[in-house]
């Protein structure tokens, strides 16, 4: 809206006229003491002078230099300048304390990109029963118009553009809406671990600060970050030897990973030491019990950076709220099954702005919607019109929802459900 773009540019504003002042308080006081640190030394070099002049007036008075006064005076003078050098130096160092090349002034005051825009979707909002296809749908293959296995997708640019992770490809694609072809935007050199290879990706993210992908490279058990300039070739190793299925980038450029081995999901810092995460959901073994997962996939972050995980053998969505030692059931936990309070292999997970969680359920061929608190939800996507295998699931900013089919006898595709 217009009037909160017209409130940030006053802050900004207000923010430079502050800024301002203290450049000139901080440059006023840096005066001031650069003053009393000259007239504090002036004062000690004269005290030193002083004597020597007065010797040298009364050598001069009575006509008796003598040649050792001359150099003992010259060596006391030597010594006065040395002093007077010295004093200039250390000013030096002592006023000029950075360089205005030191301060990196694109970070004193920026916008940041959000990671995640949330959509604000009514409580009671519909969508069409009837999908779009966006892109595959051309039979199962690897040519630009084909899909295979699609598992997660991202819609970014704005909603013109799909991020896809093509699992059995083992390549990233994107698909720009409208268009009848993918574009090949990491790996695609066949299955491999070469650092231009992927092997099996199931989930890839962009994080917009850097602009670039984030991919979890499942089979070869790392998680990767290509680059989205036109020129890249090849990825970066992030973090090595996990076994992940799952990732999630909150607004703070934590990198949140499922481990479908140790049953258990970490959070990065992408500034920090990729090496170590702090534990945020499971890590006590494969179970059932609150504090542990069978099979950890998908994951969400909400605002509150409570840990949304679908947790695909115990047929339930867990969620870890921040600092927690045990998650709580958001969806299903009631054993594998078609009703409405059972979930069948939940994979992707979307929460909006009200808490509301959604749910692919693979399985059970379905969509399905849980307000928070809900102890049954509601389908809202293969009602009507069935869906094979869903498994990826994300959101625009309108609130249209996007499925990846997977099926094994079913289309591989991206669908797009309206809301109306």
């Known amino acids: 809206p217009n009037y909160l773009s017209f409130n940030l540019f006053d802050q900004i504003e207000e923010w430079k006229k502050t800024t301002i002042r203290k450049v000139e308080k901080a440059a006023e006081n840096a005066h001031h003491e650069l003053t009393e640190l000259i007239n504090k030394q002036r004062t000690v070099l004269i005290q030193e002078l002083e004597p020597i002049t007065k010797e040298i007036r009364s050598h001069r ?27 200039i130096q250390e000013c030096e160092n002592k006023t000029i304390i950075i360089d205005n090349d030191q301060i990196n002034w694109s970070q004193l005051i920026y916008i940041c990109k959000p990671q995640n825009l949330i959509p604000r979707i009514p409580v009671n909002a519909q969508w069409s029963p009837h999908g779009k296809t966006v892109a595959g749908n051309n039979g199962v293959g690897n040519i630009v118009n084909e899909l295979c296995r699609p598992y997660s997708l991202s819609v970014a640019d704005d909603d013109q553009t799909i ?56 089979q070869n058990r790392r998680v990767v970050r290509w680059s989205r300039r036109n020129e890249t ?34 959070r990065y810092r992408m500034e920090g030491d990729m090496r170590n995460g702090d534990l945020v959901a499971g890590g006590h073994g494969k179970g059932s019990g609150l504090s542990q997962l069978n099979a950890p996939l998908f994951i969400f972050v909400d605002q509150q950076h409570a840990v949304y995980v679908s947790d695909h053998l115990n047929h339930r969505v ?28 939940p994979e992707g997970l979307f929460v909006d702005e009200f808490s ?7 399985r059970n061929h379905r969509v399905t919607r849980w307000p928070q608190g809900a102890i049954q939800g509601t389908a809202i996507i293969g009602v009507d019109t069935p869906i094979n295998w869903p498994v990826g699931l994300s959101f625009d900013r309108q609130g249209n929802i996007y499925v990846s089919e997977s099926g094994q006898n079913g289309p591989h595709r991206i669908q797009r459900f309206s809301i109306q």
């Open 233 to 266: 070739i090849q990825g970066e190793i992030l973090i090595n030897n996990v076994c992940c299925r799952g990732l999630f980038m909150d607004n703070q450029r934590c990198l949140y990973v499922s481990d479908n081995e140790k049953q258990e999901v970490r």
């Open 318 to 345: 867990m969620k870890w709220n921040k600092n927690a030692t045990a998650g709580i059931v958001a969806a299903g936990g009631q054993g594998k099954g078609v009703a409405l309070t059972q979930l069948s292999h």
């Open 61 to 87: 008075q009575e006509e008796n230099f003598a040649e050792n006064d001359i150099e003992r005076l010259k060596q006391k003078l030597n010594e006065t300048q040395r002093k007077i050098q010295q004093f």
């Open 163 to 218: 991020i896809i992770a093509d699992s059995w490809n083992n390549r990233i694609v994107q698909w720009k809406i409208g268009d009848t072809n993918g574009q090949v935007v990491a790996g695609g050199k066949g299955q491999g671990n070469g650092l231009n290879q992927l092997c099996c990706p199931t989930d890839v993210l962009i994080d917009k600060e850097t602009d670039s992908l984030i991919i979890s490279d499942w």
């Open 356 to 362: 509301t969680l959604y749910v692919a359920e693979s």
